[in-house]
């Protein structure tokens, strides 16, 4: 399992100006969630299997690099999955990037919804390429929002899901998904640990996923999902 986080902006910005004197909370919980890392805005800008608290490239990407809208993934590795770049997030592809916090198990219950030529190019092992896959599959149908609402309709039917919990990315479109089964919450993991919450100010939005220091910040709701249009400025929100 992961933590998530992911923001746009008026202007270009760090994570770290961003998110506050509070970004350091968030860091921390790579301590637990400690099997790879990675950072993207439509396109992948650095992934590794590595830890980001103790890697000195993520300090850098998140404090002193500034960027328009960005995506920063903490990965906790499901069970018979490696620990292994390919397998780290985010995965971008198309000028869409995208991360995932749950588990849909098993793996092959998403092939369906994935067409060949994307099969056929998969990178790593995880359920989490499979989703983004899915979705990419769907975009050929439909617009981003929609193709997300979709693909999420049809994995949630198949009844294999954990969480779909997840953040996109696109030049158009910021969207994250809340949907979730608590009654399936890793073991020794808080009650609120499929929680997202959000900040929506002058500076731009920012929405993470919880264990750290959040006061104030609305929840996004289960079996909802967040779409900012970046061009418009303007958050909706879509019931799944």
């Known amino acids: 399992m992961c933590r998530l986080m992911g923001f746009v902006a008026d202007s270009p910005t760090t994570f770290q100006e961003i998110v506050g004197p509070h970004f350091h909370e968030f860091v921390t919980l790579s301590n637990h969630h ?76 998403l092939e369906p919804f994935v067409d060949e030529d994307y099969l056929n190019s998969r990178e790593g092992k995880t359920d989490s390429e499979l989703y983004f896959l899915a979705l990419l599959t769907q975009y050929r149908k439909d617009d981003l929002p929609e193709a997300l609402l979709q693909t999420i309709r049809n994995i949630v039917k198949t009844g294999k899901h954990s969480s779909l ?28 640990y499929y929680k997202l919450s959000y900040r929506f100010d002058d500076e731009g939005l920012l929405i993470a996923s919880s264990g750290w220091d ?3 910040w609305p929840e996004l709701p289960n079996h909802s999902i967040a779409v900012f249009n970046r061009h418009t400025q303007e958050l909706g929100f879509l019931q799944i």
């Not at 903490?74 to 995932?100: C, D, Q, T, W, Y």
């Not at 994250?176 to 399936?184: C, F, L, M, T």
């Open 34 to 109: 400690k099997d790879g890392w990675g950072c993207s805005t439509t396109q992948l800008i650095h992934k590794d299997k590595e830890p980001a608290a103790f890697d000195p490239e993520f300090k850098r990407l998140s404090r002193f690099e500034k960027y328009p809208g960005a995506l920063l993934h903490f990965r906790l590795a499901s069970s018979g999955l490696n620990v292994e770049r390919s397998n780290s997030h985010p995965f971008a592809r198309e000028g869409i990037s995208f991360i995932h916090n749950g588990s849909v198990k098993p793996v092959e219950a």
């Open 214 to 216: 959040q006061e104030g």
């Open 165 to 192: 919990n997840c953040m996109v990315l696109s030049n158009d479109y910021f969207i994250v998904a809340a949907e979730y089964d608590n009654s399936k919450i890793p073991a020794g993991e808080p009650d609120d």
